[in-house]
């Protein structure tokens, strides 16, 4: 668990008030923004990291995730797949539904505002090591 929901709490977020339906959306966020950010803190420590900086912005990126499923009404992973595609293309003819959500990066569902608060932790790097 990145994220406790006292941790949530203490930095200024409170549309999870219930500490249940927080333990719940948490696992997903936590997937959502392990996907963007390559497995950093699956490979890495989160409490051993002593870049505070990086480290209370991912806490806060995981904050404004679980904020994020929580408005969308997201309480499983058969929800998240279950959505419907926002565009459909075939050749150069492309389909768009009226319920594209410019809320989210591309297709990660990970929230914008997320995204955005990762820029300048280098944890969205996609360079390869060429040593």
Not at 26 to 42: I, K
Not at 50 to 71: H, N
């Amino acid at each position: 668990m990145y994220l406790t929901h006292s941790e949530y709490m203490s930095l200024g977020f409170s549309k999870v008030a219930e500490a249940k339906v927080f333990d719940e959306l948490e696992p997903y966020a936590e997937r959502q923004l392990n996907r963007v950010t390559g497995d950093f803190y699956m490979k890495n420590s989160l409490s051993a990291d002593t870049f505070k900086y990086r480290v209370d912005k991912f806490k806060i990126a995981m904050a404004v995730q679980i904020e994020y499923l929580k408005s969308v009404g997201v309480t499983s992973l058969s929800e998240v797949l279950s959505a419907s595609p926002a565009s459909v293309s075939v050749g150069r003819m492309r389909i768009e539904s009226g319920n594209t959500n410019a809320a989210t990066v591309g297709r990660t569902m990970v929230a914008t505002e997320a995204y955005n608060e990762l820029i300048y932790t280098g944890l969205l790097y996609k360079g390869v090591d060429y040593r």
